[in-house]
């Protein structure tokens, strides 16, 4: 805020960009966190363009503090990989959680199977250069075996 003259005040706002969200059921809403892993929004309605998390466990949520999310890394890697995926224009629809904490990535009708966080950077750029060759396919992109060894990348078509 500044004052611009003695009957003009300048205010200037900046939003917080929306990373995600989780849909609590306890609360019946959507739980939307920014890059820090702190809730800036809970509605229910859905915004699009940010991608609903699912398969983790969150316990309460307060508007303004962090996202609690069970896990010791879990917050942490959703926040690489939510921030990663902004990075290079590649948000999904959905981003999946399994027990083991096996990323999975939906994209309409393609799924990309990210595995663990690991090499995420490097997934997500060869990502990139993949996705625009599958649009109109249907299937699963498998990406969770992916080392800087081992550069295999499969494509499975499921219709």
């Known amino acids: 805020m500044s004052v611009k003259s003695p ?5 200037e706002v900046y939003e917080k960009g929306l990373l995600g969200y989780l849909y609590m059921d ?8 920014d890059k820090d892993g702190f809730v800036v ?8 363009g940010v991608p609903q998390i ?3 466990a969150c316990g309460e949520a307060v508007l303004y503090e962090k996202l609690d999310v069970s896990g010791k890394d879990t917050l942490k890697d959703l926040l690489a990989v939510t921030q990663t995926l902004k990075k290079y ?10 027990d083991q904490g096996n ?24 990502m990139e250069k993949i996705m625009p060759n ?7 992109l498998h990406l969770e075996d992916w080392t800087e060894d081992t550069t295999d990348i ?3 078509k499921t219709a």
């Open 54 to 56: 699912t398969g983790l």
């Open 103 to 126: 990323v999975t990535l939906q994209y309409g009708t393609i799924t990309v199977n990210l595995g663990q966080a690991t090499s995420l950077t490097e997934k997500v750029v060869r």
């Open 26 to 33: 306890s609360l019946g809403q959507n739980v939307y966190f």
């Open 7 to 11: 009957h003009t005040l300048h205010v």
């Open 89 to 98: 224009n590649l948000v999904p629809d959905t981003i999946n959680y399994d």
């Open 134 to 140: 599958l649009e109109g396919l249907t299937g699963i």
């Open 154 to 156: 499969t494509f499975e």
């Open 41 to 48: 929004e809970m509605s229910t309605d859905v915004i699009e």
